[in-house]
């Protein structure tokens, strides 16, 4: 169903599709791409939170390791790109495939550097 948002007028249509009008700063929403949307990015999210669990255990555990709020984006938005690609990969009736990339998001730069060697492992076998 889609919804249109303009100021406090929420208005919504049956056929599904957003309701149009002439004011201006009307934001047209269609349902159903924000559902896409979500379900493309799904995996990521569960990697990131898997990559936020991950460092926090790191800081927690090492204490030559300081919480640092650059580090711990770098490594969240790392496990959010491990993520995405394993989503790719893993089939998607696989029992347990959210905790599989949830677990990936743990452990996201040896997951990275993992999938970075193989990726020029095969570029250089094929780009002679």
């Known amino acids: 169903r889609g919804v249109a948002f303009c100021g406090d007028n929420l208005r919504h249509r049956h056929d599904g599709r957003a309701a149009r ?9 269609d349902v159903d791409s924000v559902r896409e949307l979500l379900a493309a990015v799904k995996s990521g999210v569960l990697a990131a939170f898997g990559g936020l669990v991950g460092y926090l255990v790191d800081v927690s555990h090492d204490p030559d390791k300081t919480f640092s709020w650059i580090a711990y984006g770098i490594f969240v938005l790392c496990a959010f790109f ?8 893993l089939p998607s009736d696989l029992p347990g495939r959210g905790g599989v990339i949830m677990v990936a998001g743990t452990s996201a730069y040896p997951v990275l550097q993992a999938l970075r060697s193989q990726a020029i492992t095969i570029t250089q076998k094929f780009g002679k």
Not at 82 to 89: P, Y
């Open 21 to 29: 009008s002439r004011r201006e700063g009307v934001v047209s929403v």
């Open 82 to 89: 491990v993520g995405q690609v394993l989503a790719d990969w």
